[in-house]
């Protein structure tokens, strides 16, 4: 790695406390800098002092130029201008290029939200679909509960796709219906476990050392909360495979992710009365500016109403 790069990293990890995820985020972003600035065979140690302002444009511009949405250009140029703060802090380079390059402008949207009918039929779905075949090992009885608890916990608790799939026993209390979540910067917050996500857990749960031992894994069953079919943690993409099939078949819209259930949970919990702050909390926002987008769409579903019922609407 190139030593710029690794002390980088290095000021990540200890003194902005950043998950592997933000990290890995960072790496990717710096690594297409030096694609696009140097080519795909530049090798370490890159000269770094050679990205200018022209340069910096060129980069924001090459991923406009491919539509990308305003969000993940916008993460790049953020990413780009932390790293050359830390290389000016450091004195690697004279300047940040990266400084005073606008934004782009986020487009108004609203996140897709599910009724409180679709989210109970992604939850059934599961156990449905499992049910028109037959199992013939441990595992494939094992696959739809502990898919019917991924999706319960996912909108049970609101949280993030990657908070679930890093999640560690520790953090499960059953008995108090809490689970402690480790959101973004290694923060930590509790968010409750409604009963059918306790049920669903603790039945996924249950299963687990059987299937551990079925798939000749070795050491603490404990360390990993869902299996995959070699025994190892799920990961996120597995998940939204497995999301992909399931709405599929309850015949809802394509391209609902597993986002759309923490969405949902907000949406649901606004709608039914709760305040701004403790939807916030639970769901880990930094900002309460970000939160709000949940009471436009609970606006929006109001206005739908309106125009259906109301005569002169």
């Given amino acids: 790695m190139d030593p710029c790069v690794e002390h980088f990293v290095q000021y990540l990890r200890g003194e902005k406390n950043a998950s592997e995820h933000t990290v890995s985020n ?29 340069a910096a444009r060129k980069f924001v511009v090459f991923f406009q130029k491919l539509e990308m949405a305003p969000t993940t250009t916008g993460r790049k140029l953020s990413a780009l201008r932390s790293f050359y703060k830390f290389l000016v802090r450091e004195e690697y380079v004279p300047d940040n290029p990266f400084v005073g390059l606008p934004l782009p402008k986020k487009g108004h949207y609203l996140p897709t939200v599910l009724s409180v009918n679709e989210v109970t039929q992604l939850l059934e779905a599961p156990h449905q679909m499992a049910a028109a075949k037959k199992p013939t090992s441990i595992f494939q009885e094992y696959a739809p509960v502990r898919d019917t608890a991924i999706l319960e916990v996912l909108y049970s608790t609101g949280m993030r796709i990657g908070e679930l799939v890093g999640m560690a026993e520790r953090q499960i209390d059953i008995l108090s219906g809490i689970v402690s979540v480790l959101g973004k910067g290694k923060k930590e917050r509790l968010c409750p476990l409604g009963r059918p996500a306790e049920i669903a857990l603790q039945n996924a749960l249950s299963m687990r050392s059987e299937v551990w031992n079925s798939l000749g894994q070795k050491g603490d069953p404990r360390n990993v909360i869902f299996l995959n079919k070699n025994g190892g943690a799920i990961t996120a993409r597995s998940v939204e495979r497995m999301m992909k099939k399931v709405v599929a078949y309850c015949g809802l819209k394509p391209g609902i992710s597993p986002h759309a259930l923490r969405h949902s949970f907000a949406t649901h919990l606004l709608d039914c009365g709760a305040d701004l702050r403790s939807v916030q909390e639970l769901l880990g926002h930094a900002s309460l500016s970000t939160t709000q987008i949940y009471t436009h769409v609970s606006i929006e579903k109001l206005k739908r109403v309106y125009e259906e019922a109301h005569p002169r609407a």
């Fill in 26 to 54: 960072y790496l990717m972003d710096i690594r297409q800098l030096v694609e696009l600035t140097w080519g795909d065979e530049a090798k370490p140690p890159y000269p770094w002092k050679e990205v200018d302002r022209f």
